[in-house]
């Protein structure tokens, strides 16, 4: 049982990070397009500060309800 725990909450956090992924691509391919300096390393680095500090309750509460 502690096995399947660990697994889903691996998945829950690669599920976060798509997410966060998902939400900043926009931002940062229109920055990449005009401005093309190490913005993948910004993308990264805000995806993860999305992915730890987002409302992921209420997230989950407004597309899973």
């Known amino acids: 049982m502690d096995e399947?725990?660990?697994?889903g909450k691996w998945i829950e956090t690669a599920a976060k990070i798509a997410v966060s992924l998902a939400v900043l691509f926009?931002?940062?391919a229109l920055l990449y397009l005009t401005f093309p300096?190490?913005?993948l390393a910004f993308y990264l680095?805000?995806?993860g500060l999305f992915t730890a500090?987002?409302?992921w309750?209420?997230?989950k509460q407004k597309f899973l309800s």
Not at 4 to 7: G, I, K, N, P
């Open 4 to 7: 399947r725990q660990q697994t």
């Open 26 to 28: 926009p931002v940062y």
């Open 37 to 39: 300096a190490s913005i």
């Open 45 to 47: 680095i805000s995806a």
């Open 53 to 55: 500090f987002a409302p």
């Open 57 to 59: 309750d209420k997230i």
